[in-house]
């Protein structure tokens, strides 16, 4: 079953709609009566991805609800890993030993075992420099001592 929600209109006649049928979500434009009236289905992804900055991107944000950037994330979770996540990556491929330790929602980082020399100097340089919050998003990406 198909379901179509209209969620833009130029000046000049022509609409877009979202049409979701079997669970797969496509734009529908339909030229205004002039040009022709013709339509064009595109998959939502690539809709979004091509119309950047045009009113008709932007009206589809509004009703879906959501911020380019999270829509982003959903398309192409792979290409927008956090910066805390990839500084936690790259400490713990180091060979880095810290654990984190989360206890009503208080987030620290304890270490029982010395980190090797490039983990430790890492850690200086791209982690005790950051204020307490990104330091906490960090921590969270690395292993928990509950879970040792």
């Known amino acids: 079953m198909s379901e179509i929600k209209q969620f833009s209109g130029s000046t000049n006649g022509d609409r877009w709609s979202l049409?979701?049928?079997?669970?797969?979500?496509?734009?529908?434009?339909?030229?205004?009566?002039?040009?022709?009236?013709?339509?064009?289905?595109?998959?939502?992804?690539?809709?979004l991805e091509q119309n950047v900055g045009?009113?008709?991107?932007?009206a589809l944000l509004q009703v879906l609800g959501q911020s380019h950037e999270e829509v982003e994330q959903q398309l192409h979770p792979d290409k927008t890993e956090t910066p805390s996540h990839k500084t936690a990556v790259e400490y713990l491929r180091l060979g880095g030993r810290r654990l984190a330790k989360v206890d009503d929602n208080i987030v620290s980082v304890r270490a029982w075992e010395?980190?090797?020399?490039?983990?430790?100097?890492?850690?200086?340089?791209?982690?005790?420099?950051?204020?307490?919050g990104k330091r906490q998003e960090i921590a969270l990406h690395l292993p928990s001592i509950s879970d040792r």
């Open 114 to 132: 010395d980190d090797p020399t490039e983990a430790e100097a890492f850690w200086q340089t791209h982690v005790e420099p950051l204020d307490h």
């Open 54 to 58: 045009k009113p008709e991107h932007a």
């Open 19 to 47: 049409d979701t049928t079997d669970g797969e979500t496509v734009v529908v434009h339909v030229g205004n009566e002039p040009s022709g009236g013709h339509q064009t289905r595109t998959p939502l992804g690539v809709f």
